[in-house]
């Protein structure tokens, strides 16, 4: 069943699916969700309907753009996937979740792609804020030229406050000992740079972070089945249904709706549809702000990421 819902017509249910500080780490995860909202974060500048009313008022009930840390306990390192505008406030999130035991800024931050909610945090890295040195930022071709040659982000790099380091299709790049890369690239919108999500091994468990995608094409199943074979997948659920953009056509900002997404994984097991985690929803998405909405995406077998939370 396909539930058609429009942010302009629902009152808010007061949904908040995890207390930021609520989820405590265990010896098996090594990932923690910073944010999951699309580039724009939750509410959204500007939003006065129902969707974002109660974000407005309520902080509890705020989330960032989507970005995860992974995590090596034994070493106290970590690397930060995606710098997102609110970079700021996911560091100080990670720093509380982590009891202050890590380094404030992280060992090294990986770039998907040069869409707004992606990468323009690393501003923050320059002279007129942290003034860094060397923080090694993993990018693909295009993403590393697109930073090179274009300013302000050239600076950041003729600075030394970050140093690229590149990445290579389906080739794995060792972070530490223990973690392992492996970008793939993903049909999206490449007006600045390639599009790509990782595979990230960490000891014995394996995620994939894959936050933006056109649709499930024909030709994208080679990436569905890295989605299958994770542990943990967090995917693409920028919008639910395609009447959430009343004023602009959503066919201009292509990604699976979240119920093609259950749709093309339906017919899987159990266990391969519980280790999908949707993650970066559009401010329209009724799995921000409807209870009823997310219980029902759970009772479908799936799962919702939550800001705050240990993977």
Known sequence: MIRTIICISLAITGVAWASPLAAQKTSSTHVVVLGVAQDGGYPHMGCKRACCER????AAYRRNVTSVAVVNARTKKWWLVEATPDIREQLQLFAELTNHEFDFLPSGILITHAHIGHYTGLMQLSREVMGTK????YVMPRMQKFLT???????LVSLNNISLRPLANAIATALDSAISITPFLVPHRDEFSETIGFEIHVENKHYVFLPD???WWAGTEEIQ??????DIAFIDATFYTMDELPNRSIKEVPHPLVTESIQQFSTQPLFKKGAIHFIHFNHTNPLLWNIETGLWVRRSSFDIAEQGKWY
Do not use: H, M, T, Y
Request: proline share 8%; aromatic share 8%; hydrophobic share 40%.
């Open 225 to 230: 089945q890295r989605i299958l074979n994770a």
């Open 149 to 155: 040659e274009n300013g302000p982000w050239s600076q």
């Open 213 to 215: 995608i056109d649709k």
């Open 134 to 137: 060397n923080i090694p930022v």
């Open 55 to 58: 974000a407005w008022g309520e």
